[in-house]
């Protein structure tokens, strides 16, 4: 169960990391946030929960304000991504969750055109310039598994599913140059070269049969972790996929680190999610191989985890 966390920040200023020191903004919303539900546009922050919608930020976190217009009541919002000035949001309703704000999120239209009209809840987004990558995620009935794509900010959608797994959930989607990669509840992680017309399992011999917490990219360097026995902890393959290699160097926790979150700055890989004892955040400078712990000052392991990680020009903040 991913269960409610608070927000930190964390300043760039800092000349060593490992020095570095997490505080807590003023974000008190409640309800829980998933590892997809964090995104920044500038200095600009974006929030949500799964109880009462987004919110934004423009002072690193010192004061928030709902921006909820147009969405249904109370809702359950799972998936935020931008582009520009258009933003993107899941929100698991009855028919179809996908929504987008072209002004900062005052107001949302709800989008249809190529989606499904019932059972389609999107968790994860995806954006790589003029292509938008929605999956759907893992509540609701296993109707098939569904990936779609936008080439022109939502206002028409096509199913790019072909090669991968029937009745699955997407789990993550992430993008290094014109190679995608999709992690699923099932099945682990597979790979298109061609915007999502097909794809490909790119399992190696680690993660078959897996869930898949989590992909992050920086360069040409892909890191992925599971929720399974056999493969949790960090992963790094350097071609697309084809092997993967444990990078747990410097992770106390090793095989026992389950990460719910990457993100990248600069140099910078941050993991994010926890391990034996606690919640934890580590840094690689070094594209994996190694890692040192930046979690000073988060709060203890008492049945929350780390669910999103982001960064935007100054600050680093996680829910």
Not at 89 to 109: E, K, M, P, R
Not at 208 to 233: E, L, W
């Amino acid at each position: 169960m991913k269960k409610q966390i608070l927000i930190l920040s964390i300043s760039f200023c800092f000349i060593s990391f490992a020095n570095a020191q997490w505080q807590q903004t003023n974000y008190s919303f409640g309800g829980y946030i998933f590892p997809n539900c964090m995104a920044t546009n500038g200095t600009d922050v974006y929030v949500s929960n799964d109880s009462s919608g987004v919110y934004r930020t423009t002072d690193n976190g010192n004061t928030w304000s709902a921006v909820n217009n147009g969405f249904p009541t109370d809702p359950n919002v799972e998936a935020l991504a931008i582009n520009g000035s258009y933003i993107f949001a899941g929100v698991t309703i009855s028919d179809n969750g996908l929504y987008l704000s072209t002004n900062n999120g005052s107001t949302w239209t709800q989008l249809t055109n190529g989606l499904p009209s019932v059972n389609f809840y999107p968790s994860v987004i995806a954006i790589s310039g003029s292509n938008i990558f929605v999956g759907k995620g893992s509540i609701g009935t296993s109707s098939g598994t569904r990936i779609y794509l936008s080439t022109n900010n939502g206002s028409s959608w096509v199913a790019v599913n072909t090669g991968l797994p029937a009745n699955d959930n997407i789990s993550s989607l992430a993008i290094s140059g014109t190679n995608i990669f999709a992690g699923t509840e099932h099945n682990g992680i597979y790979l298109s070269t061609n915007n999502g017309s097909n794809w490909t399992s790119v399992n190696g011999t680690v993660f078959f049969g897996d869930d898949i917490t989590a992909i992050g990219v920086k360069n040409s360097n892909i890191f992925a972790s599971s929720s399974s026995s056999n493969s949790q902890g960090v992963y790094l393959s350097t071609n697309n996929g084809s092997s993967w290699a444990a990078a747990n160097t410097g992770i106390a926790y090793g095989q026992y680190f389950l990460v719910y979150a990457f993100a990248t700055s600069g140099s910078n890989i941050f993991a994010g999610g926890y391990g034996w004892g606690g919640n934890v955040v580590y840094l690689s400078t070094n594209n994996g191989s190694s890692w040192i712990d930046v979690s000073s000052g988060l709060p203890a392991y008492s049945g929350n985890s780390i669910q999103s990680l982001v960064t935007n020009v100054s600050d680093f903040i996680y829910r």
